[in-house]
Structure formats: structure tokens, C-alpha cells
């Protein structure tokens, strides 16, 4: 079974810091996707990577799939009150589901 | 921007009920899923769907869940005889190639 494990589970900061929210698996993904979910909403996807050692930049959303496709983060540089929601990430294997961490809380005081 | 449809917003049904949830993806994906979400809980995959047919399912799919497409743009999951622990958020995903699925805001069940 593979499961995606994402640490911390809560973060509550202030306007202006930095933070870093990890996914971590011991199974092998084709791909991870970045999801950001609002209350009563729907996950909304962020990004995707496909490729081992694969950064990409999403304004100040950086994230990055390691190396042996185990893993992931997603650093946030000078977090805002706008980006406080439930960061989810979702791993892609070869068959159709993705599976999904429980989620990082994330909360900017301003 | 299209996106996924999903209908209604929120559903109660009394247990042993019927329910269908109703979805529109967006309209050149050709690949369907439903996941759920139990409150506080992880997203679970229910089912995929593809050429009319399902694809994968997991073992929460068992013999009360079905799915449909009825028509060239609907996709409908029906509970037969809904069970108190059905309650839960249940989201419709579509894609229009492999690893990018994308969600609709969900239907709220309720199970009384």
C-alpha cells in the first residue's frame, strides 16, 4: 500500500517568514501533485512534477521532487496571510488513483 | 477557466436512502474519478472511469456504489442504500492527460 506521509500536520506563522512543508513515502510515485484545499471546497492543484530532482517556482512557492521520487517539499518565501489553507499533496503511480498525505494546516498571522 | 461541475452542494438523505451525486467534467477530459473525503480525514480514492467503463476501483467501492455516464457530459455515482458512515465529502475529478487531475468543489453528504 502506498501511503504519503506530510509533516507538520500544522503550522501556524507570522506575515513575512519562510516556511517548508515536507511529503514523504517510502514507495516510488511517477509523479506528485501539489493541491491547495479551502474549507468546504474542493483540492485546488498547485503543480505537478514528474521528474526526479525536478524544482519548479510557482511566484513564492517553490517545490521540489527528490531525487528517487520518494519525496517532496513545498517552501513558501515570505508567507502572506492569503497563502493560510490545508496544503495537500498527492502521489501518481501506474495505476489511475492518487494518493494523498492528510495534509499540512497552514496558518499566516498578519 | 472550465471546471469541474459538481452537483448539489449538499445532500441529506435519511440511512437505506438512494443517493445519486452529479458531476460535469470539463469537457475534452476523457478520464473520470470520485474520491471521498470523511471529515478530518485523508482524500480516498473511490473510483476511475474510462471508454464507459471503470477502470480501477478500491475496496470502499463495493457493491452499493455504482457509476454511470449517462450522456455525453454527466457523470453520476449512486449510493443504493446509503449507510451512516457514507457521510462525507465526495469530490468528482476529471483529466485530460496522465497525472493531472483536476477537482470539483464537492458534494457534502449527510447521512441521518
Known amino acids: 500500500t502506498q501511503l504519503l506521509e506530510q509533516s507538520p500536520q500544522f503550522l501556524s506563522i507570522q506575515e513575512g517568514e519562510n516556511l517548508t512543508v515536507y511529503c514523504n513515502s517510502s514507495?516510488?510515485?511517477?509523479?506528485l501533485q501539489w493541491y491547495r484545499q479551502e474549507p468546504g471546497e474542493g483540492p485546488v492543484l498547485l503543480v505537478t512534477?514528474?521528474?526526479?530532482?525536478e524544482v519548479k517556482k510557482l511566484k513564492r512557492l517553490t517545490f521540489q521532487f527528490g531525487d528517487a521520487r520518494k519525496d517532496s517539499s513545498l517552501h513558501i518565501t515570505a508567507a502572506q496571510p492569503g497563502d493560510t489553507g490545508l496544503y495537500l499533496c498527492?502521489?501518481?503511480?501506474?495505476?489511475?488513483?492518487?494518493?494523498f498525505g492528510k495534509g499540512t494546516k497552514l496558518t499566516v498571522n498578519p | 477557466e472550465p471546471e469541474v461541475t459538481q452537483t448539489p452542494s449538499h445532500q441529506v438523505t435519511q440511512m437505506g436512502q438512494e443517493v445519486i451525486l452529479r458531476c460535469v467534467p470539463i469537457?475534452?477530459?476523457?478520464?473520470f474519478y470520485w474520491y471521498r473525503q470523511i471529515l478530518g480525514q485523508k482524500v480516498e480514492f473511490l473510483v476511475s472511469?474510462?471508454?464507459?467503463?471503470?477502470?480501477?476501483k478500491s475496496e470502499i467501492f463495493d457493491d452499493q456504489f455504482s457509476v454511470e455516464r449517462p450522456d455525453g457530459s454527466n457523470f453520476t455515482l449512486k449510493i443504493r442504500s446509503t449507510k451512516l458512515e457514507d457521510s462525507a465529502m465526495y469530490f468528482c475529478?476529471?483529466?485530460?492527460?496522465?497525472?493531472?487531475?483536476?477537482f470539483g468543489a464537492g458534494t457534502r453528504l449527510s447521512v441521518l
Open positions: 475529478a476529471s483529466r485530460p492527460r496522465k497525472n493531472i487531475q483536476y
Open positions: 514507495s516510488v510515485f511517477s509523479s
Open positions: 512534477v514528474v521528474t526526479g530532482g
Open positions: 498527492a502521489g501518481g503511480g501506474g495505476s489511475e488513483k492518487l494518493v
Open positions: 469537457s475534452n477530459h476523457l478520464y
Open positions: 472511469f474510462y471508454n464507459n467503463e471503470i477502470s480501477e
